[in-house]
């Protein structure tokens, strides 16, 4: 997972009640992404571990202007937000557990 120290914050209309207390792990997925279902189960077992941590899914192509916004390039895409919505870790691709787990070490 690559850093972006101070990156971009996501609009709290984006996640609604479903932004974790503590941090979120905001994957962008497509309807026919075999990779994406694979992080799915990857970040629901990370924030189930995590106190205070949630796992978001959006449908990329229901919400072009955030991807675009985001620069989000391929999915699945996972950033992991601090409690203030602020992107401090992406990667593409299906992640590893310990990277994911690694990567909340920094945004909480």
Known sequence: MSGHEGGPRVDVAVLGDR????ATLLQFSTVFCAPCRAT???LA???AMVPGVT???IDAEAHLALVRALEIEATPTTLVLDAD??????AAGVPRKADVIAALGEAI
């Not at 919505?85 to 992406?90: D, E, G, L, P, Q």
Request: glycine share 6%.
């Open 40 to 42: 799915r189960r990857v």
């Open 55 to 57: 796992h978001v899914e």
């Open 85 to 90: 919505r602020r992107v401090v870790r992406r």
């Open 19 to 22: 932004a974790g207390r503590r």
């Open 45 to 47: 077992e990370v924030a």
